[in-house]
């Protein structure tokens, strides 16, 4: 299920993360999976976010489309499928929750 970000969300950076040595990447939206979710009241434990990934090297700056993949979120009251589904959450919230495993690459299909 796509999650698109709202106006409020990019006004206050909530598409945008820093990650450091890997340079930032800013989300154009959020993918959740919720195929095959038997109960939807369980928390959301992961999501993608494709946008664009800003890197920085000897030679200057690079930027491509990216694909950053959140495998084990952490939330703080966290919100259920559910609630995706039903639209009781932002991107924005997903986006900046705590991110205890994730990979980044970029995005080949665009």
Same mark, same amino acid.
């Given at each position: 299920?796509?999650?698109?970000?709202?106006?409020?969300?990019?006004?206050?950076?909530?598409?945008?993360?820093?990650?450091?040595?890997?340079?930032?990447?800013?989300?154009?939206?959020?993918?959740?999976?919720?195929?095959?979710?038997?109960?939807?009241?369980?928390?959301?434990?992961?999501?993608?976010?494709?946008?664009?990934?800003?890197?920085?090297?000897?030679? &200057?700056? %690079?930027?491509?489309? *990216?694909? /950053?993949?959140? +495998?084990?979120? =952490?939330? $703080?009251?966290?919100?259920?499928?559910?609630?995706?589904?039903?639209?009781?959450?932002?991107? &924005?919230? %997903?986006?900046?929750? *705590?991110? /205890?495993?994730? +990979?980044?690459? =970029?995005? $080949?299909?665009?």
């Amino acid at each position: 299920m796509r999650i698109n970000f709202s106006s409020e969300d990019i006004i206050r950076n909530r598409n945008y993360a820093d990650l450091l040595e890997y340079g930032d990447f800013v989300a154009e939206y959020l993918e959740i999976d919720v195929d095959g979710v038997e109960d939807l009241d369980v928390p959301i434990d992961g999501f993608t976010a494709v946008g664009e990934w800003r890197r920085y090297t000897e030679d &200057g700056h %690079i930027s491509a489309p *990216g694909i /950053l993949t959140i +495998t084990q979120a =952490e939330f $703080e009251n966290a919100p259920s499928y559910r609630d995706v589904l039903e639209g009781r959450v932002t991107a &924005g919230r %997903i986006f900046n929750c *705590g991110w /205890l495993d994730w +990979t980044i690459e =970029e995005d $080949e299909h665009v």
